[in-house]
C-alpha cells in the first residue's frame, strides 16, 4: 500500500510551471525518479502558491527520501495527506 505521506519540494506561482520543476528536481535527486506529484494550493498573504509534493508514500519513505534530497543540498519537508 502506498501511504498517504508526500515530500514537499517546492512552491511556485503559475500551476503550469511545475511538471517542468518537477522534472528539474527529478533530474537532479535520482530518489525522485519513478515518483509521482501533486501539487497543492495555498493561498498565502503574499499570494497564491502551488507547492509541489512528490508522493503519496508511507511515512519512513517520505523521510527517507527528503534525507537524502537534503543529503545533496536540496530543501524539502514531510506532510501528510
Do not use: N
Not at 19 to 46: I, N
Not at 51 to 69: E, F
Request: proline share 2%; net charge positive; aromatic share 8%.
Amino acid at each position: 500500500k502506498a501511504g498517504t505521506w508526500y515530500v514537499q519540494l517546492a512552491s511556485v506561482k503559475d500551476t503550469a510551471r511545475a511538471p517542468a520543476e518537477y522534472k528539474k528536481m527529478q533530474a537532479k535527486h535520482s530518489a525522485l525518479s519513478g515518483v509521482e506529484f501533486r501539487t497543492q494550493r495555498a493561498d498565502l498573504a503574499k499570494g497564491t502558491f502551488y507547492r509541489i509534493q512528490a508522493g503519496p508514500m508511507a511515512k519512513d519513505s517520505a523521510s527517507s527520501l527528503c534525507s537524502s534530497i537534503k543529503s545533496q543540498g536540496g530543501s524539502c519537508l514531510v506532510v501528510a495527506k
